[in-house]
């Protein structure tokens, strides 16, 4: 579903994705974890092109994501990748049901009804159909996470993609949003997801990809790296989290 071949990513001088070859195959959950500044949100990024690479190539479902293509072909690539950021990223003057119903209804060109119907059907999954004429500002981060993943939903991805998703929530609303992510890796969805949950990781994850210094220097199963990673510096991070 995504390829990785030899991606490099530069900040003015500083590599910040270094050679990264890997895939992500169809219906797989790949959990990237490793250090702040690792290069993980920007490797995620390039997936729909939030950020632009230097060299290499990203491929999404047979579509080159980098190759040059005109604006309505990008946003029909973005419109397939579902993204969830950090920070929700929610319109504020939409109710909860509205900023769901917005992109199938003006990009997809879904009937007002249907994508209606539809938002009030996701809202139903993620927990929040008594909420669908909120506001955001009238919602806990947990919530307001939960309808941005009913949004990226909304338009039926083949993929989703995950930013951090909890790391702006206070601890007791983790869970929640965490929970809706079990269940679509529990329906099959194809996901990358950035995250510090490592029990969270351990649970979901088919893989884990290990980031540092803009490199994946182990990818293996959860059951291997959580109980015997293969690279010192994994070992070195997974030992600091242990002390914390």
């Known amino acids: 579903m995504i390829r990785f071949e030899g991606v490099n990513k530069f900040f003015g001088q500083y590599h910040a994705l270094a050679d990264i070859t890997a895939e992500v195959a169809r219906g797989e959950v790949v959990v990237v974890c490793g250090p702040s500044g690792s290069g993980k949100s920007t490797l995620i990024r390039t997936v729909n092109r939030l950020e632009e690479i230097h060299s290499g190539?990203?491929?999404?479902?047979?579509?080159?994501?980098?190759?040059?293509?005109?604006?309505?072909?990008?946003?029909?690539?973005?419109?397939?990748?579902g993204f969830v950021f950090q920070s929700f990223n929610l319109f504020p003057h939409l109710s909860a049901l509205?900023?769901?119903?917005?992109?199938?209804?003006?990009?997809?060109?879904?009937?007002?009804?249907?994508?209606?119907?539809?938002?009030?059907?996701?809202l139903e999954r993620v927990g929040l159909a008594s909420r669908a004429h909120s506001y955001p500002a009238q919602l806990s981060g947990g919530q307001q996470q939960r309808v941005a993943i009913a949004r990226a939903l909304a338009m039926e991805p083949p993929a989703m993609l995950f930013d951090?998703?909890?790391?702006?929530?206070?601890?007791?609303?983790?869970?929640?949003?965490?929970?809706?992510?079990?269940?679509?890796?529990?329906?099959?969805?194809?996901?990358?997801?950035?995250?510090?949950?490592?029990?969270?990781?351990?649970?979901?994850?088919?893989?884990?990809?290990?980031?540092?210094?803009?490199?994946?220097?182990?990818?293996?199963?959860?059951?291997?790296?959580?109980?015997?990673?293969?690279?010192?510096?994994?070992?070195?991070?997974?030992?600091?989290?242990?002390?914390?």
Request: charged fraction near 30%.
């Open 164 to 244: 951090e998703p909890t790391s702006a929530l206070d601890p007791e609303m983790v869970g929640e949003v965490l929970n809706v992510i079990r269940g679509l890796a529990k329906d099959g969805m194809t996901m990358m997801c950035v995250t510090h949950e490592m029990k969270f990781a351990r649970d979901v994850a088919d893989r884990v990809w290990f980031m540092d210094a803009g490199r994946i220097l182990e990818t293996n199963s959860p059951d291997a790296f959580f109980t015997a990673p293969e690279h010192s510096r994994a070992q070195r991070f997974l030992a600091d989290l242990g002390g914390r």
């Open 98 to 122: 509205d900023n769901i119903v917005l992109s199938p209804w003006r990009v997809n060109r879904t009937s007002r009804a249907e994508a209606r119907d539809r938002a009030m059907a996701l």
């Open 57 to 81: 190539r990203i491929v999404f479902d047979g579509v080159e994501v980098h190759a040059p293509m005109r604006a309505h072909k990008l946003n029909h690539l973005r419109s397939r990748i």
